[in-house]
């Protein structure tokens, strides 16, 4: 099998309390085509600092159960390295969900890329909170550029 693009997620939670929104949301995005839910697991980090680590696809957790039909394709990919580093990520008597996704999106673009002799070189993601203080900084200089004219 020939994966896309992945990319991983790791949302903190004080107390988390999975109802399925957060599933809802992302079966939205499956459904489209979009992404694929690669491997999902739950880290939590005891007041003491003991870690333990749930996969998202243990049948015998209820919390979970929003998420059954979004990993019926999904591939183990974390290794116990990986989940201890998140582990190290995140502060005692907290948990984190960790999602690894690959982008569907790419796929046909890759192939184009490729058909075209091209190689991607590099990529990066700039979170939401970076692009919305952007958005804030660009708002108030044009304002303010206006303002003075």
Do not use: C
């Not at 590099?122 to 304002?143: C, F, G, K, Q, Y």
């Amino acid at each position: 099998m020939t994966l896309g693009a992945l990319e991983y997620i790791v949302v903190g939670f004080d107390h988390p309390d999975f109802k399925g929104a957060i599933a809802d949301e992302i079966g939205r995005v499956i459904d489209a085509g979009i992404v694929r839910l690669v491997d999902a697991v739950v880290v939590r980090k005891d007041a003491a600092g003991d870690v333990a680590i749930v996969e998202v696809d243990n049948k015998e957790d209820p919390h979970f159960a929003a998420f059954e039909p979004l990993i019926k394709d999904a591939i183990a990919l974390f290794t116990p390295e990986d989940l201890a580093l998140f582990a190290q990520g995140i502060p005692r008597d907290t948990a984190a969900l960790v999602l690894l996704f690959e982008h569907r999106w790419m796929e046909r673009i890759k192939g184009a890329m490729a058909d075209a002799g091209g190689v991607l070189l590099s990529r990066a993601m700039i979170d939401p909170e970076t692009v919305e203080a952007l958005s804030r900084d660009l708002e108030a200089e044009l304002s303010g550029a206006t303002s003075v004219a």
